[in-house]
């Protein structure tokens, strides 16, 4: 059976894997010493519908699980984005 995408689902699809793969560049620049993502920018990936990906990051890369604004921040946007999404569903 294949897979139907929305455009809403693809979109959260997309912007999840942009996070997810942001989150994984910013890790390998901290390894090197090289010039970082802004964290302003990583929140705001995972504000826009990326904290899914954000969260799976993190806890792959080990990466911002030292920073209280990551450990408390993104499971609140991904909880508030869950909650958004299920009224406005349903």
């Known amino acids: 059976m294949p897979i139907h995408f ?7 699809l997309l912007i999840n894997l942009i996070t997810f793969a942001v989150y994984g560049y910013d890790k ?18 995972a504000a826009l519908g990326g904290s899914a990906g954000a969260l799976l ?19 609140v ?3 508030l984005q869950i909650f958004v999404g299920a009224r406005v569903m349903g």
């Open 6 to 12: 929305t455009p809403l689902s693809a979109g959260l």
């Open 28 to 45: 390998f620049c901290a390894k090197r010493g090289a010039w970082r993502v802004p964290e302003i920018r990583l929140l705001g990936l």
């Open 57 to 75: 990051a993190m806890f792959l890369f080990r990466h911002k699980t030292k920073h209280l604004k990551f450990i408390i921040g993104v499971p």
């Open 77 to 79: 946007i991904l909880g």
